[in-house]
C-alpha cells in the first residue's frame, strides 16, 4: 500500500510534516470514506487489527469499519459534529498492550468542506502495573456463552457482570465467542462527558 497523495482540502497543512509524523494521521470525509493516511496510519491500524487491516483501511475504505462496538457510534456523531460546528475535538484514552499501558490523544480536525484531519499520537507508554486477571472461561463466560471486551479499554466483563477485568492473554489472544461492549467507566468517560459538553453548547 503506497503512501498517497495529500488532497487538495489539506492544502494548508505542511505534507511532509504530516507523512513523517509519528502518530497516525488519516483524513476523512464526513461520512467516513478514508481520503488519505500516513505511514503511522498503517502501522497503527496493523498493530490493532491484524496483517490485513491496511489492506482493507486503504483510500476510499471506511474509517468507521476499523472501529468496533458501541465506540463506532460515538466517533460517528464526533465526526459528523465537529464537520458541522468546524471546531476540533480532542480526547485521551487507553489502549493498552499485554506488556503496557498505553494512553493516546485523538484529535480530530475539520480541514475544509465535510474533510477532517482524524490524529492519533502516543501520549505516555509505561509497564501495565494493574492487576492481571487469569483467562478463565468459568469467571467471564456469560450464560449466553459469550466473553464481552470493552471496546475501548480491553477489559472483560466478569460473568455475574459485577465488574471488568484486565486479562491481558485475551489481548494477545482474543478468547473464542468475544463480544465488544463499554465498560462504566469508558461509558461515563465517552459518552456523559461528551454528551454534557455538546448539550451545555
Ligand atoms: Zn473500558
Request: charge should be negative; proline fraction near 6%; aromatic fraction near 10%.
Amino acid at each position: 500500500m503506497t503512501i498517497p497523495a495529500l488532497p487538495s482540502e489539506l492544502g494548508a497543512f505542511d505534507a511532509k510534516a504530516l507523512a513523517d509524523d509519528p502518530g497516525s494521521l488519516v483524513a476523512i470525509r464526513d461520512d467516513g470514506t478514508i481520503l488519505w493516511f500516513n505511514a503511522g496510519w498503517r502501522r497503527f491500524a496493523g498493530a490493532n487489527g491484524g496483517d490485513d487491516v491496511p489492506d482493507r483501511f486503504g483510500v476510499g475504505a471506511s474509517y468507521f469499519e476499523a472501529i468496533s462496538g458501541t465506540l463506532r457510534g460515538f466517533y460517528e456523531e464526533v465526526v459528523l459534529d465537529c464537520a458541522d460546528r468546524q471546531e476540533p475535538f480532542e480526547q485521551q484514552y487507553e489502549c493498552s498492550s499485554p506488556t503496557s499501558r498505553r494512553t493516546f490523544r485523538m484529535r480530530v480536525l475539520p480541514a475544509g468542506d465535510h474533510v477532517l484531519l482524524v490524529s492519533h499520537s502516543l501520549v505516555v507508554e509505561e509497564p501495565v502495573e494493574a492487576a492481571a486477571s487469569e483467562p478463565l472461561d468459568d469467571a467471564y463466560r456469560a450464560p449466553t456463552g459469550l466473553v464481552t471486551m470493552c471496546s475501548n479499554c480491553r477489559r472483560v466483563r466478569r460473568a455475574d457482570q459485577a465488574q471488568w477485568d484486565w486479562v491481558p492473554a485475551w489481548v494477545s489472544n482474543q478468547p473464542a465467542r468475544v463480544s465488544h461492549g463499554i465498560c462504566a467507566l469508558c461509558m461515563g468517560y465517552y459518552y456523559g462527558a461528551y454528551r454534557a459538553s455538546r448539550s451545555r453548547k
